[in-house]
């Protein structure tokens, strides 16, 4: 009975053995997936299918927790549609003066995820929670060059836009606030390494940091104008960025002429990414080499269509 016993125990830890060598080997499926996503151009069609992609690769990931790209996916994949979906959502209940609607809770639940698995990623790199909030300046920079390697930046990446994401929607949680400098050590170092990592990102991520922060901690909207100005002529097909400087320069200072100005060249943008006259049966937009950006600029259209819908509540 006890080599029986023996036999079973080994003949499940073959079959486990098994299980992860075929995840890892085809890790790289994964990140081809996500790559694959990013050119959805339907907003309504990736808010309905994205969830069970996500709880799909949440399911693998339980049969390997030492895969890295799995960890990496997941903390990319719930930023993504935190961001993408219950944020845009959020986007008009806020308008609406809707502060603690489901899609604010649903977008601190989806980052918080992301967070966790972004944390696990991290820590299986060798730098702890504790090492991201007491480690000084110096230290932790110093670290994360010592530890992390060009493969790593996506999973670090989405990390820090999680957690900043939750500190900009709760920030009246002033020790979430507190953490903001660690957030952007983060960023510095993924962007310091890879500019242009994921279309835009970086750009998006400082011209917005200076925009978001009031004067009293250390935001420049001036400085955040320019960011964005240098951001749009450096990105001009991603027109996240430009809604970016609408939702959070124009519209707090109702700038109504401003929003106009830009409102125009939205309108004309958008319809020349839609390229609804395919009488030639051909895509000839100008954006269809720029593949990648289809879900920024889809996540774009449906943050302008609701900013188009409530602008006289806003201005």
């Not at 649903?106 to 980052?111: G, P, Q, T, V």
């Not at 990623?121 to 991201?132: E, Q, V």
């Not at 106009?260 to 309108?267: N, P, Q, T, V």
Request: proline fraction near 2%; hydrophobic fraction near 40%.
């Amino acid at each position: 009975m006890r080599l029986l016993i023996l036999a079973l125990l080994g003949t499940i830890w073959g079959c486990s053995t098994i299980q992860k060598y075929s995840l890892r080997s085809t890790s790289g499926l994964f990140r081809d997936s996500n790559a694959r996503m990013a050119r959805e151009r339907d907003w309504e069609f990736f808010r309905a299918s994205a969830p069970g992609n996500l709880k799909f690769m949440e399911l693998l990931s339980l049969q390997d927790k030492d895969n890295l790209v799995l960890l990496a996916t997941l903390a990319k994949g719930y930023a993504g549609y935190a961001f993408s979906v219950h944020e845009t959502l959020f986007l008009e209940d806020s308008i609406l003066g809707l502060e603690n609607s489901v899609n604010f809770k649903s977008a601190i639940s989806l980052y918080t995820r992301s967070l966790d698995y972004g944390l696990v990623f991290l820590d299986k790199k060798g730098i702890s929670k504790r090492d991201l909030l007491n480690l000084n300046d110096h230290e932790l920079k110093i670290k994360l060059g010592k530890k992390l390697s060009d493969r790593d930046l996506e999973g670090v990446l989405y990390l820090a836009q999680s957690w900043g994401s939750l500190i900009n929607l709760q920030k009246d949680n002033m020790s979430l606030v507190s953490q903001v400098p660690r957030v952007k050590i983060l960023f510095d170092f993924v962007c310091k390494e890879d500019p242009k990592i994921d279309d835009g990102v970086c750009d998006l991520f400082f011209a917005q940091y200076e925009a978001a922060r009031p004067k009293m901690l250390g935001g420049n909207p001036q400085l955040a104008k320019e960011l964005y100005m240098d951001a749009m002529s450096r990105n001009p097909k991603n027109l996240l960025i430009r809604i970016s400087y609408i939702q959070y320069l124009l519209l707090p200072a109702f700038e109504s002429d401003l929003y106009e100005m830009e409102s125009k060249i939205l309108k004309q943008e958008f319809a020349e990414w839609d390229n609804l006259n395919r009488d030639s049966l051909e895509d000839h937009s100008s954006y269809r080499v720029n593949e990648d950006l289809n879900l920024y600029n889809a996540v774009a259209k449906k943050r302008f269509e609701i900013i188009e819908k409530n602008k006289a509540k806003i201005f």
